[in-house]
């Protein structure tokens, strides 16, 4: 049986930033297009993801609920295909087995709040791309509110232009700065509302509605929800870059030249969505329902 696999532990060693340097041999280049295209991939899976939750989720007890969080990637790989990947068989679905249906709030991120997480289990990253990358992260997991999240990211995303990385391999971390700009848009812009209705309407539980249909007196761990989400930025982008490799998708308007790394981009984004939402599922249930 296979089983979403994360790693949350305390980080061992510090990085320091100016290991990182920036390239003036490389000529600079405007990644505009590939950006925004991550962008949009990203904000529309948000809303796919979020959207089919109420036939996804079932309850299981007074404030808790089981989501078939496999069906909600594939839900959301399907809405993919044909607009911004190539698939030349269904083997592109094989991405979402690498996650399980969870029991919230029981499978929650547990000690989120203090632990580290480390993004070495993201095989496709090298030494450099991993450092970059966990410095964001870690960044990332400290903050509680969208906006800096969103200008962390952009920022990110600026830092990445300018190293001497190849195209793919700045696509790559192109698309987690997209991941949470997208995400960060998602929670400023009231997504987080939908998963609550459909939380709402499967528990029978509206105590917690206000008149507008706010979410009222919730307070949800956006460290946890990041942690979710990055978790699945990780194992889907390894299990898309093995459907990639394996020439079973293409992934055009973002640019990759290998089907690896077009089949880690769309793993990646698939997982990191449906991680976002159900993690912000879990933080709803322990904080809105009780």
């Known amino acids: 049986m296979k089983k979403l696999v994360f790693f949350i532990g305390i980080l061992l060693t510090s990085v320091s930033c100016n290991q990182l340097s920036e390239s003036s041999d490389f000529p600079r280049k405007d990644y505009t297009v590939q950006i925004q295209t991550l962008n949009k991939i990203y904000a529309e899976g948000l809303y796919i993801a979020a959207n089919s939750f109420r036939s996804n989720i079932n309850k299981t007890g007074k404030n808790s ?3 078939n969080q496999p069906t909600i990637i594939r839900n959301t790989l399907v809405a993919f295909e044909g607009n911004y990947f190539t698939a030349i068989d269904k083997s592109y679905l094989s991405i979402a087995d690498d996650f399980n249906t969870l029991h919230l709030p029981t499978n929650s991120l547990p000690n989120a709040r203090q632990q580290s997480f480390s993004i070495d289990q993201y095989e496709r990253f090298n030494a450099k ?10 960044k990332l997991l400290a903050v509680n509110d969208p906006l800096s999240a969103k200008n962390l990211a952009i920022d990110f995303q600026s830092k990445v232009a300018l190293q ?3 195209d793919d391999e700045k696509l790559e971390l192109f698309s987690l700065g997209s991941a949470a700009i997208a995400f960060s848009d998602f929670i400023a812009n009231g997504g987080t509302d939908i998963i ?18 706010r979410v009222k007196g919730c307070s949800v761990n956006w460290r946890s ?5 990055v978790i699945g930025f990780v194992v889907g982008g390894v299990g898309g870059a093995k459907v990639g490799c394996a020439g079973g998708m293409v992934a055009g308007p973002i640019g990759a030249a290998s089907g690896c790394v077009g089949g880690a ?25 009780r």
């Not at 791309?129 to 870690?138: C, G, L, M, N, P």
């Not at 609550?196 to 509605?209: P, R």
């Not at 929800?225 to 989400?229: E, K, T």
């Open 225 to 229: 929800v990041w942690a979710g989400a």
């Open 129 to 138: 791309q991993k450092e970059i990358a966990q410095q964001f992260v870690d």
């Open 196 to 213: 609550y209705k459909a939380l709402v309407d499967e528990l029978n539980n509206t105590s917690n509605t206000s008149p507008n249909g």
């Open 265 to 289: 981009v769309m793993g990646g984004a698939s997982g990191f969505i449906g991680g976002a939402a159900t993690s912000v599922a879990g933080e709803l249930l322990t904080s809105c329902f």
């Open 65 to 67: 609920v089981s989501i």
């Open 164 to 166: 001497a990385f190849t």
